[in-house]
């Protein structure tokens, strides 16, 4: 297995309990805080927080998918398809794995925007102008997203909105793996029915799409797909 470089660990990682921690909230799980806290210290035994960040993580990738998994978020090979982690996988060590966790428990995330655009900074993304019209969604739209901007324009676009879906609605195409981790993890904030479907550029899967949403802090190899949609590159 290639490992990703760390600050990439690091990035998912932070991006991921961010999620968690926004669905805490919503849910009145407690995957965090002190009842949270008193539960692993009866039977960590000699794990660590790495340990627990990857086991919320692996319980949370059952329904969500890439918002969670290394695996898909990184393209890892070799792996079963319902494995997010692997053998090899590296984690985060401490203290680390400690501060990142004390991190995501403080963080203050009031609604869907906020966690959508902390997930969106967290994993590195500075916005950029964002080509197409998010302005006239209805239930019968059809997107093709591209573009860590866009991925969060168009999550966005969705909040608040009870008549659109979406999971159903949404494809997006990502050859990089913070796009893929943040456009997974629209779909949980959402409260979506299912993951976010996540294709490469390869796939040709948007030609059913009734919309381009797309920005230029992506690929080329993205960017062709959309082809003249593609914005010029000015910031918003």
Same mark, same amino acid.
């Given at each position: 297995?290639?490992?990703? &470089?760390?600050?990439?660990?690091?990035?998912?990682?932070?991006?991921?309990?961010?999620?968690?921690?926004?669905?805490? +909230?919503?849910?009145?799980?407690?995957?965090?805080?002190?009842?949270?806290?008193?539960? %692993?210290?009866?039977?960590?035994?000699? @794990?660590?927080?790495?340990?627990?960040?990857?086991?919320?993580?692996?319980?949370?990738?059952?329904?969500?998918?890439?918002?969670?998994? &290394?695996?898909?978020?990184?393209?890892?090979?070799?792996?079963?398809?319902?494995?997010?982690?692997?053998?090899?996988?590296?984690?985060?060590?401490?203290? @680390?794995?400690?501060?990142? %966790?004390?991190?995501?428990?403080?963080?203050?995330?009031?609604?869907?925007?906020?966690?959508?655009?902390?997930?969106?900074?967290?994993?590195?993304?500075?916005?950029?102008?964002?080509?197409?019209?998010?302005?006239?969604?209805?239930?019968?739209?059809?997107?093709?997203?591209?573009? @860590?901007?866009?991925?969060?324009?168009?999550?966005?676009?969705?909040?608040?909105?009870?008549? @659109?879906?979406?999971?159903?609605?949404?494809?997006?195409?990502?050859?990089? &793996?913070?796009?893929?981790?943040?456009?997974?993890?629209?779909?949980?904030?959402? +409260?979506?029915?299912? &993951?976010?479907?996540?294709?490469?550029?390869?796939?040709?899967?948007?030609?059913?799409?009734?919309? +381009?949403?797309?920005?230029?802090?992506?690929?080329?190899?993205?960017?062709?797909?959309?082809?003249?949609?593609?914005?010029?590159?000015?910031?918003?």
């Amino acid at each position: 297995m290639l490992t990703p &470089p760390a600050a990439q660990i690091e990035a998912f990682y932070r991006a991921a309990l961010a999620g968690l921690r926004f669905m805490d +909230q919503q849910s009145k799980a407690t995957r965090f805080g002190p009842a949270a806290d008193a539960r %692993w210290k009866s039977f960590q035994g000699h @794990l660590g927080t790495s340990d627990r960040m990857d086991l919320v993580c692996r319980d949370a990738a059952i329904r969500w998918k890439a918002a969670f998994s &290394p695996s898909l978020v990184f393209g890892l090979r070799g792996l079963a398809e319902d494995e997010p982690f692997g053998p090899d996988w590296p984690g985060v060590e401490e203290p @680390l794995a400690a501060k990142v %966790w004390q991190a995501a428990q403080a963080l203050p995330l009031p609604n869907e925007a906020a966690a959508i655009g902390e997930a969106a900074m967290l994993l590195g993304c500075k916005r950029v102008a964002v080509t197409g019209n998010l302005a006239k969604l209805t239930a019968g739209s059809r997107l093709a997203v591209g573009g @860590l901007s866009a991925i969060a324009a168009a999550a966005e676009a969705f909040v608040g909105r009870g008549d @659109l879906r979406w999971a159903e609605q949404v494809t997006v195409v990502a050859d990089a &793996p913070a796009e893929r981790q943040l456009a997974g993890l629209v779909a949980p904030v959402l +409260q979506a029915t299912g &993951p976010t479907r996540v294709v490469g550029p390869e796939s040709g899967a948007i030609a059913q799409a009734t919309a +381009q949403i797309v920005s230029l802090d992506t690929s080329e190899a993205v960017r062709a797909v959309f082809g003249k949609q593609c914005p010029s590159g000015e910031r918003a």
